[in-house]
């Protein structure tokens, strides 16, 4: 049994449709009144003393659009500042051009090798390089037919980077959010201010 929702903030409850257990969730989460209508958010609050941490997202429009203009909610990355050392968090990024299309389908290689541009241009926006990354989690859509192209791919860039050490590095089967892409890779890179 789903209920009709009145949306006057937060159009992303676009479907207006919500199930017993969901409107129950969002009215204990304080998101919607018992009534049905979305609610303006409360001021977070902090413990006195509390120094949040400055972030800022990431992005790279030459290479990559923003996940949200596909009705995505997450950023291409995040940039958080710790004192003397900023982390860059690259969310799962994939063979997805500017206008947001899965470019190279079927070709598994090829699409490794647009993600890992993407990557290195998101890198690029915060003056940072491969050499900053300490860590990727690779998902592949087979990992039993593709994991020795990824590989190869990954040791021919790597190599051509010269990179020492290699980044922390694990390897995942995944079903990916579209059906034509074939690999996504995140990473963690550190680069100190």
């Known amino acids: 049994m789903t209920e009709d929702v009145t949306v006057q903030r937060g159009e992303s409850l676009s479907s207006q449709k919500l199930s017993q257990g969901e409107r129950h969730e969002l009215i204990a989460m304080g998101l919607l009144s018992t009534l049905g209508h979305v609610t ?29 203009e596909y009705g995505a909610a997450f950023s291409r990355g995040l940039r958080v500042e710790l004192g003397d050392y900023t982390l860059l968090f690259i969310s799962g990024t994939a063979s997805v051009n500017e206008a947001g299309e899965t470019v190279h389908k079927g070709d598994f290689r090829a699409q490794c090798w647009r993600t890992y541009r993407n990557i290195t241009t998101l890198l690029d926006s915060e003056g940072a390089s491969w050499r900053d990354v300490v860590k990727c989690t690779c998902y592949l859509r087979d990992i039993e037919r593709d994991y020795k192209d990824f590989n190869e791919v990954r040791t021919a860039f790597f190599d051509w980077l010269e990179l020492d050490p290699l980044p922390a590095s694990v390897g995942i089967q995944a079903r990916l959010c579209r059906e034509d892409l074939l690999v996504e890779i995140e990473a963690l890179a550190i680069i100190r201010e």
Request: charge should be neutral; charged fraction near 20%; glycine fraction near 10%.
């Open 40 to 68: 303006a958010p409360e001021t977070v609050r902090r413990p006195t003393g509390h120094v949040s941490v400055v972030s800022g997202g990431i992005s790279a429009e030459s290479v990559l659009n923003e996940a949200k």
